[in-house]
């Protein structure tokens, strides 16, 4: 049974969704004033493999995203460069997409822009203005959290010292800063014509207000899963469920589920500190861009990741080596079936390797002991293949299942238009020169040399065999 983190409880809990066999899943998407960078993948990332892996368990996900086309830096940036608040954010919306394209993101059912629900967030201040937990001042609407005895049990807040009807405008606050948020923003001249009519007055909502709106809009009043990065537990998932469990006058999310941050070299992600990378910066190499889905998809959700060229590489040997397997089984499994069928050993290893995935995977999405599961596998199957011993068989079952990984973690892909793989059709030198020094061992009868350097060959991608007379090779 699937056990995921519950951010609200601190600890792990059985998944039961709501509906039997049905799941509804909320995400936090990007707020489009710049490019997404790749600490904001991480957590597109995460929601994606849990999606895959719902769906493995045979749930059925329907699946909700926002996208933050208005917020404080939108209005700003909007009127010093005079265009549209569309003209604006359009081209970052689309750099999303093609970025989620780039990394194998299955899309969601909904990606719903804030400015496109409008109506449904004044409707919710409405609500809460009717329940005594908003009110007015000077044209904006604030929500009163004093009015609202649960506030900070969430994101553990300590609110003994709050200052009771102190105000905040700003979409972004200090972690500290437990005061009054903002729900409807009064229109300044500073937002030019980033604004919207309203029976508080002209103006434009505040930051939280979209996900309580959009997400009670699609997904109900209650919901399974909300998804996001562990930045969102405050103030946004805070103020989130101040609104909507204000509103509603219950809990709309069944688990809460936080992905960690990604560092870079060891550091945190800045602007100041020019290391805010776009997937892009990693260049036009698609096998690159795989290897960055296989780094974060491979390392547990719940950890600091720690970006650095030398992991990206190690993860681009590790996925290389995985694909080349693959299409070994791929070849192997349309010879000719051998009598007797598939080999015991390899049978009963597939079924360890898919029970530890699964297992992993069950707990709280353990995807590096998952991985690990795969590459004990994969071990044993290159040793049988390299000695010819591989039925075809066995290389569908063993096929199969890499498959299966393929499927849950979204790390087997050609992106449109991607030329495939053009292996040589000679071995280099330094490859020719290993086969013949293990030739040599074996004529000394030297065999654990000959072994140790079969493994060095395979290692490069490289499977060797000796069924008759001189060694045999093949790309793996």
Not at 13 to 26: C, D, Q, T
Not at 166 to 192: C, I, S
Not at 238 to 244: F, L, V
Not at 447 to 454: G, H, I, P
Request: aromatic letters at 10%.
């Amino acid at each position: 049974m699937l056990h995921v983190f519950d951010t609200a409880r601190r600890e792990k809990v059985p998944f039961e969704s709501l509906e039997a066999g049905r799941v509804r899943m909320y995400s936090c998407g990007p707020t489009v004033w710049d490019f997404a960078h790749i600490g904001n993948f991480r957590s597109f990332l995460f929601a994606d493999v849990l999606k895959r892996y719902l769906r493995y368990r045979d749930f059925e996900v329907y699946h909700v995203m926002n996208l933050t086309d208005v917020d404080d830096r939108i209005a700003s940036r909007v009127r010093e460069k005079g265009m549209s608040l569309r003209e604006y954010t359009d081209p970052y919306i689309e750099a999303f997409f093609a970025d989620l394209h780039s990394l194998n993101v299955d899309r969601a059912d909904v990606y719903a822009r804030a400015t496109d629900h409008i109506d449904e967030m004044i409707d919710l201040i409405g609500k809460l203005e009717k329940k005594g937990l908003a009110y007015r001042r000077d044209g904006s609407v604030y929500y009163s959290i004093e009015q609202f005895p649960a506030y900070g049990e969430f994101a553990r807040l300590d609110l003994s010292g709050m200052r009771t009807g102190v105000r905040v405008d700003t979409d972004r606050y200090d972690k500290d800063d437990v005061r009054d948020f903002v729900l409807w923003k009064a229109w300044t001249d500073e937002d030019g014509e980033v604004a919207w009519d309203s029976p508080f007055g002209r103006g434009r909502p505040g930051w939280h207000l979209e996900c309580s709106a959009m997400s009670t809009k699609y997904l109900g009043d209650v919901f399974d899963i909300h998804t996001g990065g562990i930045d969102l537990v405050f103030p946004h998932h805070q103020n989130e469920i101040a609104q909507s469990e204000g509103a509603s006058g219950h809990p709309i999310v069944r688990q809460w589920m936080h992905n960690e941050f990604m560092n870079i070299d060891g550091k945190g992600m800045s602007k100041s500190l020019g290391n805010n990378i776009r997937l892009q910066d990693m260049g036009s190499d698609p096998a690159l861009i795989r290897a960055f889905r296989y780094m974060v998809v491979t390392s547990h959700y719940r950890t600091i990741l720690n970006f650095t060229h030398e992991a990206l590489e190690a993860s681009r040997s590790a996925l290389e080596r995985l694909t080349r397997l693959r299409e070994l089984l791929g070849e192997l499994s349309s010879g000719e079936d051998r009598e007797g069928g598939a080999d015991p050993e390899v049978a009963a290893a597939v079924a360890t390797a898919r029970a530890g995935f699964c297992s992993a995977m069950d707990d709280d999405l353990n995807s590096p002991r998952a991985i690990a599961s795969v590459f004990g596998l994969v071990n044993g199957v290159e040793k049988t293949a390299a000695k010819g011993h591989l039925t075809p068989q066995s290389a569908r079952s063993a096929s199969a299942f890499l498959d299966e990984v393929g499927q849950v973690l979204g790390i087997f892909y050609k992106l449109d238009g991607e030329a495939e793989d053009q292996l040589p059709l000679e071995l280099p030198e330094a490859l020719a020169k290993l086969i013949a020094a293990r030739e040599e061992a074996r004529s000394r009868k030297e065999w654990e040399v000959a072994d140790q350097l079969r493994e060095e060959l395979l290692q490069q991608g490289v499977v060797v065999s000796d069924g008759s007379g001189a060694t045999e090779w093949t790309w793996k």
